[in-house]
């Protein structure tokens, strides 16, 4: 269920900021959407260390489903967004034969190997950083957690930022 949210969550966000916002501020309000994965990782993290120490790991598995499933309910009402019409043949070609036009472009081959490598890091971090604290540094799971999410909620400042670097060098 994970797997699925998160697919719904990157093409459906990037859809309609790609559908409501002008190309100059597009990077910017990226940048801006791109925070509620660090920010939901640190509180998350941060909370649900607390929450372990506390009340145990179910409770904590429990606590943490039940926003999702509100905003997921929630999500159900929203209304829909004005498409950008475009003349194209999206859905015509192969899948090969998009594939091979997608590898032709040398900045998207080279971003999409950096965010491989981005994420085989990070994720690694993200998964075991807790663990190696509470076991090589004798933190408790609540100041593991805590210290974890904290470093997760820097990115609050760097995805804006970035958006805004990116939206200027653009014009």
């Given at each position: 269920?994970l ?16 559908a ?5 501020r597009?990077a910017?309000v ?7 994965i660090?920010?939901g990782l ?9 929450l ?9 598995f ?12 929630m ?9 950008v019409?475009?003349?194209s043949?999206?859905?015509?070609e192969k899948?090969s034969?998009?594939l091979k036009?997608?590898?032709?472009n040398?900045?998207?081959v ?5 965010v491989?490598?981005?994420m085989l890091?990070?994720q690694?971090?993200s998964?075991?950083?807790a663990?190696?604290l509470i076991?090589m ?5 609540a100041q593991?957690?805590?210290?974890m999410g904290?470093?997760?909620?820097l990115?609050l400042?760097a995805?804006p930022?970035g ?9």
């Amino acid at each position: 269920m994970l797997g699925v949210g998160e697919a719904a969550f990157a093409s459906g966000g990037m859809a309609m900021i790609s559908a409501m916002y002008r190309k100059s501020r597009r990077a910017t309000v990226t940048g801006i959407w791109n925070t509620a994965i660090p920010l939901g990782l640190g509180v998350g993290m941060a909370g649900g260390g607390w929450l372990a120490l506390h009340f145990g790991w179910r409770v904590t598995f429990i606590v943490a489903g039940i926003p999702g499933f509100i905003l997921g309910i929630m999500a159900w009402f929203f209304p829909d967004y004005e498409n950008v019409r475009e003349k194209s043949n999206a859905g015509k070609e192969k899948v090969s034969y998009v594939l091979k036009e997608l590898l032709r472009n040398r900045t998207l081959v080279i971003l999409y190997t950096s965010v491989a490598v981005y994420m085989l890091f990070s994720q690694a971090v993200s998964f075991w950083g807790a663990t190696f604290l509470i076991r090589m540094l004798d933190f408790n799971i609540a100041q593991a957690s805590f210290f974890m999410g904290s470093q997760a909620l820097l990115a609050l400042f760097a995805a804006p930022l970035g958006g805004m670097i990116a939206d200027r060098i653009s014009r």
